[in-house]
Nanobody, 121 residues
């Protein structure tokens, strides 16, 4: 069993910054992909940023140059630094990891519970 706990969401004015954190716990053997997704009201969930083993990153076009994803493997933590926030960034942000437990040793997807980010004046 793997649990993901996010923190760092909140209300921020346009142009402001937030930093999201996600910590994984449980009987984890390894973690491969770590990512952030978001879902705005009435819209589908979309990938915001991902980072793989070896630190290869990928960003949605809408956040390139504004958001930065980073990870610390041994702390089982992934962060999303969000700068120059816009009202259209308002959404629930979800942490995502592909991890193998020390029981099954098979990569499986895991999701956090989500944290609300609201960008408004």
């Amino acid at each position: 069993q793997v649990q993901l706990v996010e923190s760092g969401g909140g209300l921020v004015q346009p142009g402001g910054s937030l930093r999201l954190s996600c910590v994984a716990s449980g009987n984890i053997f390894s973690i491969s992909t770590m990512a952030w997704y978001r879902q705005a009201p009435g819209k589908e969930r979309e990938m915001v940023a991902s980072i793989k083993t070896g630190a290869t990153t990928n960003y949605a076009d809408s956040v390139k140059g504004r958001f930065t994803i980073s990870r610390e493997y041994h702390q089982r933590t992934v962060w999303l630094q969000m700068d120059s926030l816009r009202p259209e960034d308002t959404a629930v942000y979800y942490c995502y990891m592909e991890a193998a437990t020390a029981i099954e040793f098979i990569n499986a997807p895991y999701w956090g519970q989500g944290t609300q980010v609201t960008v408004s004046s």
